[in-house]
């Protein structure tokens, strides 16, 4: 997943020359209700389920006190604001996964 289309067509080509087939990309804006909603039935579509969901949307899901990141020059309310939107994200995708598994019963 990228948000940059061109970037994770890339990624995915030299993953796969590098001998990892079962690799595929899906398009994400972790900002954009409809991007997620899109991957979200793609992955149902395709896999029909999620399994592992790795964050790697500039955020590290680690929480920590004000201090370290002023210590690297990252405004705090900055780092709050990307656990935030990822929090969000991760939110709305496993919220449609839930609604799904239900309506499957």
Do not use: C
């Not at 579509?45 to 690297?72: C, H, K, M, Q, Y």
């Amino acid at each position: 997943m990228a948000r940059n289309e061109n970037r994770g067509k890339e990624a995915t080509s030299k993953l796969h020359q590098s001998g990892l087939s079962n690799v595929v990309f899906h398009q994400l804006d972790v900002l954009d209700t409809e991007s997620i909603k899109s991957l979200a039935k793609f992955m149902e579509t395709e896999f029909g389920r999620l399994d592992i969901l790795v964050n790697n949307a500039g955020a590290s899901g680690v929480v920590v006190d004000e201090d370290g990141p002023r210590a690297l020059n990252v405004d705090p309310a900055n780092w709050q604001g990307s656990l935030l939107t990822l929090y969000k994200t991760l939110s709305k995708l496993f919220h449609w996964f839930n609604v799904r598994l239900q309506e499957q019963g």
